[in-house]
Nanobody
Framework: QVQLVESGGGLVQAGGSLRLSCAASGRTFSNYAMGWFRQAPGKEREYVAAISRSGGSTYYADSVKGRFTISRDNAKNTVYLQMNSLKPEDTANYYC?????????????????WGQGTQVTVSS
């Protein structure tokens, strides 16, 4: 089992920035590709970003490309999502995810473990 605990969500004005963190415990962190999904009220959960086990490769949804940056620190068992130039449409609950022994995460069925989520609200 892997436990994922997100932090860093909150309320921010449009154009502002937030950094989400996800602390992992329970297994060898570097064996897992990591990522972020989000879900807005009344909408389906959607893919945001992913990072390979080593951190050498990153992937983004078109809607966040150029504004969000995913990174990881394998020594700290933590993955981050730096969110800049935030828009009201980025408002959602953001979930940290993990996939064992994989190169990347691209869709919901890829996910082995989910965090509880952290709320991000962007005001206009």
């Amino acid at each position: 089992q892997v436990q994922l605990v997100e932090s860093g969500g909150g309320l921010v004005q449009a154009g502002g920035s937030l950094r989400l963190s996800c602390a992992a415990s329970g297994r060898t962190f570097s064996n897992y590709a990591m990522g972020w999904f989000r879900q807005a009220p009344g909408k389906e959960r959607e893919y945001v970003a992913a990072i390979s086990r080593s951190g050498g490769s990153t992937y983004y949804a078109d809607s966040v490309k150029g504004r969000f940056t995913i990174s990881r620190d394998n020594a700290k068992n933590t993955v981050y999502l730096q969110m800049n130039s935030l828009k009201p449409e980025d408002t959602a609950n953001y979930y940290c995810v993990a996939r064992y022994s994989a190169y990347y995460i691209a869709k919901i069925p890829d996910v082995d473990y989910w965090g509880q989520g952290t709320q991000v609200t962007v005001s206009s």
